[in-house]
């Protein structure tokens, strides 16, 4: 596997007014690890990360599944290799009030959950402040915390904290944990 998912902790940031979704990823000690651009307004969402802004070796891909889908699949594909290594699925109509995700295996048999930490804050968020308040996710597999996504407030650009360090183990594949923060960005950016 790639050293660059070797790490406990990640910084995601993307900036907030741009025609096109930059994800940059950076190590604990704060260089550019990966680097993905999306295309705003597809149909069908096909994330590709790489390990810097020049694009030469691609590390991850994301993919949906379907077209435009509530309750959407993304299968996490290391490039590497090209293989499947997990997905993650949108649990549609619970997504309404809280951010859920089911975290699947590469047979895509449910080992875990994605989701917003407190149902208050999300209906806050939801309800009154938007993206003024900043969000907090938890990743769970087999009803363990294996890791926290909490956003930082910034009004110029969205930063996500990663944090793995609950997971010493690596129950949690770190590409899928790392996915979701790009996923998270992604459909975050499209709200607000």
């Known amino acids: 596997m790639n050293s660059i998912f070797q790490y406990d902790h990640y910084l995601l940031k993307r900036q907030v007014f741009a025609l096109t ?8 000690q704060g260089n550019l690890i990966m680097f993905s651009e999306q295309k705003m307004f597809k149909l069908r969402e096909d994330i590709r990360v790489f390990a810097d802004e020049s694009k030469s070796q691609e590390v991850l891909q994301i993919k949906a599944r379907q077209i435009i889908d509530f309750s ?4 996490v594909i290391d490039s590497a290799y090209n293989q499947k290594v997990g997905t993650l699925r949108r649990r549609g109509m619970k997504s309404i009030l809280r951010d859920e995700w089911e975290v699947l295996d590469v047979n895509d048999q449910a080992v875990g959950m ?4 407190s149902m208050g804050m999300a209906m806050l968020r939801r309800l009154l ?13 087999r009803d363990q915390r294996v890791a926290d996504l909490k956003q930082r407030f910034n009004l ?8 793995f360090s609950f997971d010493p183990a690596k129950t949690l594949d770190r590409r899928v944990g790392l996915a979701a923060g790009i996923l998270l960005a992604a459909i975050e950016g499209k709200q607000s």
Do not use: H, M
């Not at 959407?72 to 299968?75: N, R, V």
């Open 21 to 28: 979704g930059k994800f940059r990823y950076y190590a604990p």
């Open 72 to 75: 959407a699949a993304y299968d």
């Open 114 to 117: 994605l989701f917003e930490d």
């Open 129 to 141: 402040l938007g993206s003024l308040l900043p969000q907090n996710y938890d990743i769970t597999v």
């Open 156 to 163: 110029f650009r969205y930063e996500l904290d990663v944090d």
